[in-house]
């Protein structure tokens, strides 16, 4: 079974930046963000192939918001900069197996507990 540990999150200003990590003990998988706000659904956020190569980030975060990897830690990371009392939510990461290019569409088969991350204006 393929654990998925989140971590990084805490209570922050606007503007401030903040990194989230995603551990997991599948090194090669394609790895993915999502955020789910209070009374929301759940949110894409930004995707990453399992080498690295390719990144998929929502429109609504482009900019502000990117993705990145570090196999040999088998680590995933979520640099948020700017952040936006909007962007308070749990960030869950994700990982597939079945696919080396993933996206928002994707069917995930692993997930975290999620980090919460509070912005406070």
């Known amino acids: 079974q393929v654990q998925v540990v989140e971590s990084g999150g805490g209570s922050v200003q606007a503007g401030d930046s903040l990194r989230l990590s995603c551990q997991s003990s599948?090194?090669?998988?394609?790895m993915a963000w999502f955020r789910q706000a209070p009374g929301k659904e759940r949110e894409f956020v930004a995707a990453?192939?399992?080498?690295?190569?390719?990144?998929n980030v929502a429109d609504s975060v482009k900019g502000r918001i990117t993705i990145s990897r570090d196999n040999a830690r088998n680590t995933v990371y979520l640099q948020m900069n700017a952040l936006d009392p909007d962007d308070t939510a749990v960030y869950y990461c994700?990982?597939?197996?079945?696919?080396?290019?993933?996206?928002?569409?994707?069917?995930?088969?692993?997930w975290g507990q999620g980090t919460r991350v509070t912005v406070s204006s």
């Open positions: 994700a990982a597939t197996s079945k696919y080396v290019i993933s996206g928002p569409r994707t069917p995930y088969e692993y």
């Open positions: 599948a090194r090669t998988y394609a």
């Open positions: 990453i192939s399992s080498t690295g190569g390719t990144t």
